[in-house]
């Protein structure tokens, strides 16, 4: 169908738009990653510790990643413009609401499960659609696509550190309640052109390859292969790693490399550039060198960082920025290589629910990560140690993903094609 118009063009070039617009959703989305600007001053605020200034931020992550599978099963039947803008509302509902909260518990319902039910709703909306509308070019479209949400913090961090210094007691309250407006609008706006193409449309000059035995399973079938349980402990492991790193990046920042607030919050900034370019470039990685070597490069990534940081100390300004620059380039990997090798190992008809599935990994990594990074902070005084278990982590990835993130062997099925 060459036909086909999308924002006045032919669907053609139209679609390309459809990538800055995914990028600006998950740009409103990824505002969570900057929730180590807002700990300390919760933390002055309401005489909270490490581990409790954590929560908020960990449910959120959990219910988003819970959510995710959710509506992988709904986005089909209420369509892809209805699910982004609910999934806005509910999160800017979360966000206004959080900023009336005086109690960690309060905070935990309104920004982690109410803010998280938002995210976990709209997050996947942009990656189904770019990918619908690119298959031809899915893993570095995706790639790009999700670079939104690891680049959030740097715009929203640096607001966040502005907007909290500018409205004292409890500036963290009025930022809340600034983002959650903001934002909302902003994905109400962009959901209004959220669609999938025509069920007949491809880009021109390009055939579908052959259909295979894997490509014609389902979401159970491919929950039954070893590739799968593999694919998601790897995205575990590689969630827990970055997830925690990002939520404790400001505070190590300023307790043991002994930068000022300030500099901490621009930091967070320049992580979550490297966050961000980490997507598409290991989107390209995982599709054109196989997702195995996108997982080890990551890994080798953060045993490498982990080195680094257990030699960091007061004024070690360089090693610490290198190291936290390749442990969140590698957790923006992950954020492509996941959903990039649900589409190469397993049926991409199926890529809303199937990555849905593959996300919960997300969850759980950001579950067990943060509550242990929070107490190890709490029983050992430092975030130190927390690299050892960094380090032993990444040798586990490594071990599990040459034996387990293999294709499943496939036979192409040309003859049925044929008939």
């Given at each position: 169908?060459?036909?086909?118009?999308?924002?006045?063009?032919?669907?053609?070039?139209?679609?390309?738009?459809?990538?800055?617009?995914?990028?600006?959703?998950?740009?409103?989305?990824?505002?969570?990653?900057?929730?180590?600007?807002?700990?300390?001053?919760?933390?002055?605020s309401l005489q909270v510790g490490a581990t409790q200034s954590l929560l908020p931020f960990t449910t959120l992550l959990v219910v988003f990643s819970i959510l995710m599978p959710i509506t992988g099963y709904y986005i089909e039947r209420f369509g892809t413009r209805r699910v982004t803008a609910v999934g806005g509302v509910i999160m800017g509902v979360g966000y206004l609401t959080s900023s009336f909260a005086n109690s960690i518990p309060a905070l935990v319902f309104t920004y982690g499960v109410i803010a998280g039910i938002g995210v976990g709703i709209t997050y996947g909306v942009p990656l189904a659609v770019t990918a619908k509308w690119f298959p031809d070019k899915k893993g570095i479209v995706v790639g790009t696509t999700v670079i939104g949400f690891g680049l959030s913090p740097l715009v929203s961090a640096p607001l966040a550190r502005t907007l909290i210094a500018a409205n004292p007691p409890d500036g963290w309250k009025a930022t809340l309640l600034i983002f959650g407006i903001a934002f909302s609008a902003i994905i109400l706006v962009i959901s209004t052109v959220m669609n999938y193409p025509p069920a007949d449309w491809q880009p021109s000059r390009w055939q579908p390859p052959f259909r295979t035995l894997a490509a014609t399973g389902d979401t159970m079938s491919m929950m039954q292969t070893r590739t799968f349980y593999g694919l998601w402990c790897c995205f575990i492991i590689g969630t827990f790693i970055g997830l925690a790193a990002i939520g404790i990046a400001s505070p190590v920042g300023q307790e043991i490399v002994k930068l000022d607030a300030e500099t901490a919050a621009w930091s967070v900034s320049l992580f979550a550039v490297f966050n961000g370019l980490g997507r598409p470039f290991f989107g390209w990685v995982a599709d054109r060198f196989t997702p195995k070597n996108a997982a080890i490069v990551c890994y080798v990534l953060v045993i490498i960082a982990s080195i680094m940081m257990l030699s960091v100390g007061k004024g070690s300004v360089a090693t610490y920025l290198i190291a936290f620059c390749l442990i969140t380039f590698s957790f923006g990997?992950?954020?492509?290589?996941?959903?990039?090798?649900?589409?190469?190992?397993?049926?991409?008809?199926?890529?809303?629910?199937?990555?849905?599935?593959?996300?919960?990994?997300?969850?759980?990594?950001?579950?067990?990560?943060?509550?242990?990074?929070?107490?190890?902070?709490?029983?050992?005084?430092?975030?130190?140690?927390?690299?050892?278990?960094?380090?032993?982590?990444?040798?586990?990835?490594?071990?599990?993903?040459?034996?387990?993130?293999?294709?499943?062997?496939?036979?192409?099925?040309?003859?049925?094609?044929?008939?």
């Amino acid at each position: 169908m060459s036909h086909v118009k999308l924002f006045g063009l032919r669907a053609e070039q139209g679609r390309w738009f459809l990538i800055p617009l995914g990028i600006a959703v998950l740009l409103c989305l990824g505002t969570a990653y900057s929730w180590s600007i807002f700990r300390k001053p919760i933390e002055t605020s309401l005489q909270v510790g490490a581990t409790q200034s954590l929560l908020p931020f960990t449910t959120l992550l959990v219910v988003f990643s819970i959510l995710m599978p959710i509506t992988g099963y709904y986005i089909e039947r209420f369509g892809t413009r209805r699910v982004t803008a609910v999934g806005g509302v509910i999160m800017g509902v979360g966000y206004l609401t959080s900023s009336f909260a005086n109690s960690i518990p309060a905070l935990v319902f309104t920004y982690g499960v109410i803010a998280g039910i938002g995210v976990g709703i709209t997050y996947g909306v942009p990656l189904a659609v770019t990918a619908k509308w690119f298959p031809d070019k899915k893993g570095i479209v995706v790639g790009t696509t999700v670079i939104g949400f690891g680049l959030s913090p740097l715009v929203s961090a640096p607001l966040a550190r502005t907007l909290i210094a500018a409205n004292p007691p409890d500036g963290w309250k009025a930022t809340l309640l600034i983002f959650g407006i903001a934002f909302s609008a902003i994905i109400l706006v962009i959901s209004t052109v959220m669609n999938y193409p025509p069920a007949d449309w491809q880009p021109s000059r390009w055939q579908p390859p052959f259909r295979t035995l894997a490509a014609t399973g389902d979401t159970m079938s491919m929950m039954q292969t070893r590739t799968f349980y593999g694919l998601w402990c790897c995205f575990i492991i590689g969630t827990f790693i970055g997830l925690a790193a990002i939520g404790i990046a400001s505070p190590v920042g300023q307790e043991i490399v002994k930068l000022d607030a300030e500099t901490a919050a621009w930091s967070v900034s320049l992580f979550a550039v490297f966050n961000g370019l980490g997507r598409p470039f290991f989107g390209w990685v995982a599709d054109r060198f196989t997702p195995k070597n996108a997982a080890i490069v990551c890994y080798v990534l953060v045993i490498i960082a982990s080195i680094m940081m257990l030699s960091v100390g007061k004024g070690s300004v360089a090693t610490y920025l290198i190291a936290f620059c390749l442990i969140t380039f590698s957790f923006g990997g992950w954020l492509a290589i996941a959903p990039t090798s649900t589409l190469i190992l397993f049926p991409s008809a199926d890529y809303a629910k199937n990555y849905g599935i593959v996300f919960t990994a997300f969850g759980a990594g950001a579950l067990l990560g943060t509550l242990t990074v929070g107490h190890i902070r709490d029983v050992f005084g430092s975030y130190t140690s927390f690299f050892y278990v960094t380090g032993v982590l990444a040798m586990v990835g490594i071990v599990i993903a040459v034996f387990s993130l293999k294709r499943n062997l496939t036979v192409a099925v040309k003859l049925e094609l044929d008939k």
